[in-house]
């Protein structure tokens, strides 16, 4: 991505938040943090590692003489579980509530440090009797509930790496993923609760485990919805059945730095998907670290509540190990946030009193079509603290999130990281940054992270180009499952010495970093680079646009040609009028040559079940294509009704 004279300017934010003077006062970082850390990077996530509880410390920080297989505190010996558990419990936090748990039909159930404790050790003990030993894999495809923390937590405790595997993904997608893995145990659930009924697993797993050549010896079933199940004998077995006659005592093994914890598989465009592998001592630190800074966490007084699903990263990072690294008290809730109706969250948000809550701008832009008096009606006034991940918000909807769920007082951390980073790496901190609406901002402390050009070279402040990590981090991803050259390939060949993230960033006059989504979102009009991102949140800062996903279409004349697909907000009318004002806006906000050539006005936008908006496909469209794989969609008839749009489209 060369600079850009005409757009440099893009992106004229200049809505500014400072941070709320009683939070700053008593926050758990302070500016200094990113001073310490620049003059002694390794001595600062030394420090952040004695967060946790080692069995051996380590002496070590990091060994990168094989650069870029890191190994990160490696001669230090610990157990994970009995970080995310024990630990608190010998400390008299027993008491304390780990998890408020608020199932979709309206189910809670609220379980201690003390009985995660139990239930933790009895998990691992029954993982034991089935054969299940150190080093080996373990398959998990749950829904949203605690025994899903359980049993990833009871994996950790004897040293068995976790496959998770997102509730939503197809038998094929669970089998590919099984056998990557080798894993020897699936544990599922018979189903969970979504938009209010009982939505089945286990026929998914029966499927994915009678391939040929399995590896698979046994299915652990919970029992959640009480649905019919199919059962084999001898391979099957419940959940409550096999625990409940453990012994609620099991000593944790301390395990190397270096053990795997879990793999975790992203799809990547082209191919298999990447089994991500972390390990156990600096993810860990770095999570709990991070989960501590960013939130501004106080684990006796805050509720905390990550909105995303155990399947994807997130949930892995700052529902499991994060939150319960820190001894926190978090609500997991396990169904869609419309039902029984739009106000689910924030009815969660009030009968807890939620008081940071950590959520993606796809969920946010959908709160905003639904409309401000949804919100309005629940207390709030618990939130302290508000976050966002997934891909780049949109000016207008942090600014919605602030106003309408924060009161217009919380803070708005906007979290950049990936699955490959394990843990945050770009964000605000609540107590010390002065927020830009739209802007991850900058690196947290420990962190090295800028933007270069097309040859690697740093750009200026104002310039634009790709994002990439400098140095090593501690919950970074030690290699892809069982292919170490595509680990190099894929990451660290594009720029020597370089992590390339494959997202496009600029850096704004401060040097504050402006993510503009996966670098194959870029647009290349007239020869110049345009993001998706800006033109997108330029539409959706029209008061009659609720969202906007916007591609690049092959264009005779102008190489690429920018077309728009908008979900307009209730009252708007799609007329004529509308759309050539709306390619106005953007003209005026971006530049004319962001002016998108078509604005197609649509019901509904084609995502992927982690949020993403899925281009390719709209692409597919705006070039009058057949359309890719949509399995990967929430609802596949979206794209139907995009289509039956097109002819009468201006
Ligand atoms: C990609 C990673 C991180 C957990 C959830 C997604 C995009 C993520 C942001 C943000 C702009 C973001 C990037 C990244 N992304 N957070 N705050 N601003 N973009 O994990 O599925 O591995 O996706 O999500 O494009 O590369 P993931």
């Not at 799809?267 to 939130?295: E, M, N």
């Not at 190990?321 to 926190?328: D, I, K, M, R, T």
């Not at 976050?387 to 217009?408: L, T």
Request: aromatic share 8%.
């Amino acid at each position: 991505m060369s600079e850009n004279p005409s757009l440099s300017n893009l992106l004229k934010e200049e809505r500014r938040f400072a941070p709320p003077a009683e939070l700053a006062a008593q926050a758990n970082v302070t500016a200094e943090a990113y001073e310490q850390a620049k003059a002694d990077r390794l001595g600062f996530w030394a420090e952040q590692a004695r967060r946790l509880t080692w069995a051996t410390e380590p002496t070590e920080t990091l060994d990168w003489s094989n650069p870029p297989f890191a190994k990160w505190f490696q001669d230090g010996r610990l157990n994970v579980a009995y970080n995310c558990v024990d630990r608190h419990v010998e400390a008299g936090n027993g008491d304390r509530v780990a998890i408020h748990f608020e199932g979709e039909p309206g189910d809670s159930r609220s379980i201690t440090y003390a009985e995660l404790k139990d239930e933790v050790s009895r998990a691992a003990n029954a993982l034991l009797e089935l054969g299940v030993r150190k080093g080996d894999r373990v398959a998990v495809y749950m829904p949203m509930i605690p025994e899903t923390a359980i049993a990833m937590l009871a994996c950790a405790r004897i040293g068995a790496a976790h496959s998770v595997v997102f509730g939503g993904f197809s038998a094929d997608a669970l089998a590919t993923r099984i056998e990557d893995a080798d894993a020897r145990v699936v544990i599922t659930a018979d189903g969970g609760y979504r938009r209010g009924k009982p939505s089945a697993l286990k026929p998914a797993v029966d499927d994915a485990v009678s391939r040929e050549g399995t590896t698979v010896e046994h299915v652990v079933v919970v029992r959640r919805t009480g649905q019919e199940v199919a059962w084999t004998e001898g391979r099957d077995v419940w959940w409550h059945e096999l625990t409940q006659k453990q012994p609620a005592e099991h000593t944790a093994e301390a395990f190397e730095a270096e053990h795997p914890l879990f793999i975790l598989y992203t799809s990547g465009t082209t191919g298999r998907p990447k089994g991500i592998l972390h390990t156990s001592g600096g993810y860990l630190t770095q999570v709990a670290y991070t989960h501590w800074s960013v939130f501004d966490l106080k684990p006796e007084t805050d509720v905390y509540w990550c909105t995303a699903d155990v399947g994807w990263v997130t949930g892995h990072s700052y529902i499991v190990y994060g939150p319960l690294a820190n001894g926190a008290t978090q609500v997991m809730y396990e169904g869609t946030p419309d039902t029984p109706h739009q106000g689910r969250f924030w009815e969660i948000v009030q009968k807890y009193k939620v008081s940071i809550l950590y959520t993606a701008p796809t969920a946010i832009r959908t709160f905003m079509k639904w409309g401000d008096d949804i919100p309005a009606k629940f207390d709030l006034s618990s939130l302290r603290v508000l976050g966002s991940v997934g891909e780049p918000i949109n000016p207008e909807a942090w600014i919605w999130y602030r106003k309408h769920i924060g009161g217009d007082r919380t803070p708005v951390v906007d979290t950049w990281w990936q699955t490959e980073t394990g843990g945050i790496m770009i964000s605000p901190l609540p107590g010390v940054t002065e927020a830009k609406p739209g802007s991850a901002q900058r690196p947290l402390p420990g962190i090295a992270a800028t933007v270069v050009d097309d040859e690697a070279t740093e750009v200026p402040d104002g310039g634009g180009g790709y994002l990439v990590l400098t140095e090593p981090w501690p919950s970074m991803l030690r290699t892809i499952w069982g292919d170490d050259q595509r680990f190099l390939d894929t990451y660290w060949s594009r720029f020597e010495g370089k992590y390339f993230a494959g997202d496009g960033a600029k850096k704004d006059d401060d040097g504050d970093i402006w993510l503009l989504g996966r670098v194959d979102d870029v647009m290349l009009v007239s020869g110049h680079n345009i993001s998706t991102t800006e033109v997108e949140s330029a539409l959706v800062s029209h008061p009659s646009v609720a969202e906007a996903a916007v591609v690049g279409a092959a264009d005779e004349t102008t190489g690429q040609a920018i077309v728009a697909f908008v979900i307009l907000r209730g009252t708007a009318a799609e007329t004529a009028d509308l759309v050539g004002e709306l390619r106005n806006h953007v003209g005026a906000t971006l530049g004319p040559i962001a002016k998108p050539k078509r604005i197609l006005p649509v019901a509904e936008l084609p995502k992927t079940r982690s949020g993403k908006i899925m281009r390719r496909l709209l692409r597919d469209v705006a070039e009058n294509r057949q359309l890719g794989d949509v399995t990967t969609l929430t609802d596949s008839t979206v794209m139907d009704l995009i289509q039956e749009k097109l002819p009468t489209a201006p």
